[in-house]
């Protein structure tokens, strides 16, 4: 062999193993995920507990090498609860390159940005959305929190064992469609069996309110129970005007008022309110715990329901990008509902043709200044 052919391969060889080298040594590019949070304003509290849950997730994943050895990256947006400045986030978020979300908060800005990640094929996932606007549609949003619809069912069927004749309604319209599927389904179950809604008061959380006149105004009919549907420091305040104004009335909530912020502010005036959410506050459960002590660990708080939500919402792409031949919204989407089953933190789920998933509902109560599940009777 002459030199030249030597000279020629040695050049070929050095030129391959210095290509090697530096494509081994060249950092993984991140898988890139989006998030449209409430970490400001009047729901920053639990929508900060909602980011955590995904923040941990995160982090957990990348200590463990990642997804196929490529980290993943958080780009977190905060809409302050606007759902105009949501849809704003997720077209910035779109504009970066990001093809998949988690989010938003409220049901209120996911239904602001549905059309929007129809449109462009955005894979979004609702981690604690329960609007039934937001289910039974073949779309790009999944869902993972149970209907409203349902809890207001549930709640009704409550209502009519505990003998209670006649029943209000008082609702935050900032997130309308949240309380409208709900009330609907509370309507309709109680009245259905001979009871009455007696009235059903409306108020916004965005402007100047009284909590006192919100409560006179739903008691004014003397109703034996009032279900209020709105945020965590909304509803404390309102069980202590409408305890002050009368002492026995019954109340019930939902599963967005459930944070520490409704104990702490509702005081004994929260105490025997009850409700439906898709969780068991007081687990035992090792998974539950162990995500229970790092959660605490990581944040100095405990974790919520939503933050529970917000992690298995990561774990859960985690599982559809392992697999996915593809990481764009269509085949994603496609590897997620082939998948059906899931492992939840505290059940199994399974998510529908449409995306949405499937949840048993647990009966909890205020108990002693925290949540508590009691044994609920069969549905009717």
């Given amino acids: 062999m002459d030199a030249k052919r030597v000279l020629i391969l040695i050049s070929i060889i050095v030129l391959t193993a210095g290509l090697a080298l530096y494509f081994g040594l060249k950092e993984p590019q991140p898988i890139r995920l989006g998030y449209l949070g409430t970490i400001s304003g009047k729901f920053a509290a639990m929508g900060a507990s909602a980011r955590n849950g995904a923040l941990l997730a995160i982090e957990e994943i990348n200590a463990s090498g990642g997804v196929n050895n490529r980290p993943i990256e958080l780009q977190v947006m905060d809409d302050g609860g606007d759902p105009a400045v949501c849809l704003e986030a997720a077209r910035e978020l779109y504009q970066d390159g990001i093809r998949t979300i988690i989010g938003p908060f409220t049901t209120a800005s996911a239904t602001k940005i549905l059309p929007y990640i129809n449109q462009d094929r955005i894979l979004t996932i609702g981690p604690a959305n329960a609007g039934e606007n937001l289910a039974n549609a073949d779309d790009f949003f999944i ?16 209502a009519v064992r505990m003998n209670l004749s006649t029943a209000a309604v008082i609702t935050d319209h900032r997130n309308k469609v949240f309380g409208d599927t709900m009330i609907a389904g509370f309507k309709a179950v109680y009245e259905g069996r001979g009871k009455q809604l007696v009235d059903q008061v409306e108020y916004y959380s965005n402007e100047q309110i009284s909590h006192f006149d919100l409560a006179e105004i739903a008691l004014r009919k003397h109703p034996d129970g009032v279900f209020i549907i ?7 305040m309102l069980a202590q005007n409408l305890k002050k104004n009368d002492p026995d009335v019954v109340l019930f909530t939902s599963a967005w008022a459930i944070s520490r912020e409704l104990i702490e502010n509702g005081g004994p005036a929260a105490e025997g309110m009850r409700f439906y959410v898709p969780f068991i506050s007081n687990d035992q459960s090792e998974r539950f715990l162990k995500f229970k ?12 329901h939503v933050s529970i939500f917000n992690y298995e919402a990561v774990r859960i792409l985690k599982r559809v990008l392992e697999h996915a031949e593809a ?8 590897h997620l509902l082939g998948i059906q089953k899931f492992e939840g933190m505290q059940s199994d789920f399974t998510i529908n043709e449409n995306g949405d998933a499937q949840r048993a509902l647990f009966l909890h109560e205020i108990r002693n200044q925290s949540f508590q599940p009691i044994m609920d009777q069969d549905s009717e």
């Fill in 230 to 236: 709105s945020s965590p420091i909304d509803t404390a």
């Fill in 327 to 334: 990481t764009d919204a269509v085949m994603l989407k496609k």
């Fill in 143 to 158: 869902k993972l929190f149970p209907s409203t619809k349902m809890m207001g069912e549930l709640t009704a069927q409550l």
């Fill in 293 to 304: 002590h790092s959660y605490e660990a990581r944040f100095s708080e405990a974790p919520t």
